[in-house]
């Protein structure tokens, strides 16, 4: 049914879209603005193609208006080949542009500036940090007695990550664990001082699920107060070790609320065995607890078949086409809510030491970013 609808409606708006296009031209030709900035996220090819088509129309009018087009990240960057062709369809030459970033004197030296899905396109790029050794999938084969003797990896890995986000110049949230911030302190600060979110991934990896309230309180009021004297800034944001808020403990909610937290990233809306909340609501919401009001940003899912499946990353990000995280985060934009995806640092490292369990497609992650 869902499906039909979205035929439907792709059907109306392609019909309608001719006159759109009349109308808005007309808006635009009656103001006479000197000059016209299109913005759109990255300016890589929307807004620089809306602009050369802008100028064209207008310049068949006679209106002869500056069109120039700009974005909020990542300057300098060239559209992909396929956009490329796409606009030469149309007569429009977009090899040489390079997206140029939006500054307010540029905004402010436009006669109109119309934005186009500025705000739909900015999901949550989230990190767990933690070691590759700590995997919940391993708890069995790693006893927590023996980490310390484990070689170290995760600083080169999330300093691998830090590299990449500054090239795409964006922020994420790192979900970051006690255990990792006392044994890496330079580490916290690198990450709080190149603009993230530094939040809360508990002390040691224990899932709530094997927690009493009482060591959950105490695990994560430690891991605050250690990563807020660190990062010189206040933690408000928590995740569960594999996603472990699920049905029954939800007292773990209020607890975050007691104890200074503002907004949870841990019930994934999906039916899985050993974790998921498979009632939850998808897209981020409030969640009205005794303690509070907490928001919660759950994982990205995708609707399908229907079923929702997690969508969001960790194995299903490594293992199914990308396809599918794209397909989510595009339904996002469609909701007009962000998607979150997440990542653990050990996903980029293909070089860390085998434990002897099985572990798919590592090899391949940095390249899918
Ligand atoms: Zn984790």
Redesign the pocket.
Known sequence: MGHVLRRLRRVLDSLLHGVRRRATLAAIAARRPASVLFMCNGNIFRSPFAAALLTRALNHGGEGAAVESAGLIGPGRPAAREAILAAARHGIDLRNHRSQLATAALVRAAGRAPARGVGMSVHHFSV?V?EYF?V?AFERHVRYADWDGFESRVSGNVDQLLDLLARSQTRATFFVLGWVAERHPGLVRRIAAAGHEIAS?GWD?ARVTEQSPLAFRDSIRRTKIFLEDLAATPVVGFRA??FSIVPGREWALDVLLEEGYRYDSSLFPVRRNGYGYANGRRDPHWLKRPAGRLAEVPPATLRRWGAQWPAGGGAYFRLLPYAVVRAALRDCERRGVPGTFYI?PWELDPEQPRLEVPCTAIADTVARL
């Open positions: 767990d933690e700590h919940s991934h990896h070790p594999s653990h």
